[in-house]
C-alpha cells in the first residue's frame, strides 16, 4: 500500500485567521489541538517545546481550541492531489 504523499503547511496566528474561512469551506469545521508534553518538537536553540497547534477536523477531532492563539505556529497537512492544495497557492 503506497501513502499519498501530503502538503505540510505552518503558518502564525495572523495568517491563519486569513485563510480559515478557506479551510472550512473545504474541511468543514476547524479546532486547533496541543500536544504539548506529548508529542513536543524541541528547538535546540532554547532547549524549549516549539508551540505548535495541530488544526483537526473531521469525525476523529479531539477537544481544542475554538480559535488561533497568538505567538504559536498552526500546523495542517493534506494530500498533496487534495483540491484545497490549488486553492491555497492562489
Keep these: 500500500?503506497?501513502?499519498?504523499?501530503?502538503?505540510?503547511?505552518?503558518?502564525?496566528?495572523?495568517?491563519?485567521?486569513?485563510?480559515?474561512?478557506?479551510?472550512?469551506e473545504?474541511?468543514?469545521?476547524?479546532?486547533y489541538l496541543s500536544l504539548q508534553g506529548i508529542k513536543d518538537i524541541i528547538l535546540q536553540s532554547s532547549q524549549s517545546a516549539m508551540p505548535l497547534l495541530h488544526i483537526q477536523?473531521?469525525?476523529?477531532?479531539?477537544?481544542?481550541?475554538?480559535?488561533?492563539?497568538?505567538?504559536?505556529?498552526?500546523?495542517?497537512?493534506i494530500p498533496i492531489d487534495d483540491p484545497l492544495v490549488v486553492v491555497l497557492e492562489k
Design 1 to 24: 500500500m503506497q501513502l499519498p504523499l501530503i502538503v505540510s503547511n505552518c503558518l502564525d496566528s495572523e495568517k491563519i485567521k486569513i485563510i480559515e474561512p478557506i479551510l472550512q
Design 26 to 31: 473545504h474541511l468543514g469545521p476547524i479546532s
Design 57 to 77: 477536523f473531521g469525525p476523529s477531532t479531539q477537544k481544542g481550541y475554538a480559535n488561533p492563539i497568538d505567538g504559536y505556529i498552526h500546523m495542517f497537512c
